[in-house]
């Protein structure tokens, strides 16, 4: 077994061969993002949702603002000539407010319950045509969220991983296990404002960056308005 004194000549050595492997100060690579069209919630991420990854969008209670997150992504998605699906766990989407051309880049699955928006998003994972995935829980009964099984978010987690594709998942409190992402819309919105202000609706939102990384890193929070 080695002596405490031959570990630390191995360690300098290293230090000496290997100057870069061991430099706090060394810039690592840009991470690939899919921009929201929201600037507080892009900035906040760098750029936007880690590609390839799994993020959690909690919005508490009513006005929150979770919907004009979802309408500026799709937007967004169709404006850089990408497919988004959507899983909608309450077919709660306002389509009216969408114009045909952006929703020709939408896939929007209507779901009566939780249990069927997981299964429907199982299925969509399994498929290399839609990089972009969003399951919107938001508006689901706690009832139907409480009965999810904590098996659900690994298995949804690994065919996200081999497929590549991006996973946004919308809920009303933190309930995705192992998530890379999780960011908390953090006050309610004046909902006096008229539709034609979505922009400045986009400005309104609060974020808080309560978890990145992976599921072996520890979460800490970051607030942005």
């Known amino acids: 077994m080695p002596t405490a004194a031959e570990i630390v000549d191995l360690r300098r050595l290293l230090t000496e061969r290997f100057p870069h492997a061991h430099s706090r100060g060394a810039v690592s690579a840009p991470r690939p993002a899919v921009p929201t069209g929201v600037p507080p919630l892009d900035a906040l991420l760098g750029g936007g949702l880690p590609r390839g990854e799994v993020t959690e969008l909690v919005g508490d ?7 004009q997150v979802l309408h500026a992504l799709i937007r967004q998605t169709a404006l850089s000539g990408q497919f988004l699906a959507l899983v909608d766990g309450s077919d709660s ?17 209507r779901c009566p319950s939780a ?16 990089p972009l995935v969003v399951l919107d829980l938001k508006l689901n009964p706690a009832a139907e969220l409480r009965g999810i099984r904590a098996s659900v978010w690994p298995r949804l987690d690994r065919l996200r991983e081999h497929q590549g594709t ?8 933190p309930l995705v296990s192992g998530v890379a992402v999780r960011i908390r ?6 909902l006096s404002m008229t539709r034609e202000d979505a922009g400045k609706i986009l400005w ?3 974020f808080n960056l309560e978890r990145q990384g992976t599921s072996q890193t520890s979460p800490f929070t970051k607030q942005v308005a």
């Open 93 to 109: 989407l306002d389509v009216e407010r969408i114009d045909d051309e952006t929703l020709t880049r939408l896939l929007w699955v």
């Open 61 to 67: 209670g009513p006005g929150s603002g979770t919907a």
């Open 204 to 206: 309104q939102l609060h």
């Open 115 to 130: 249990g069927m928006a997981l299964k429907a998003a199982d299925i969509l994972l399994r498929d290399r045509n839609f």
């Open 166 to 173: 991006t996973l946004l998942v919308i809920t009303p409190q």
């Open 185 to 190: 819309l953090s006050r309610q919105l004046d």
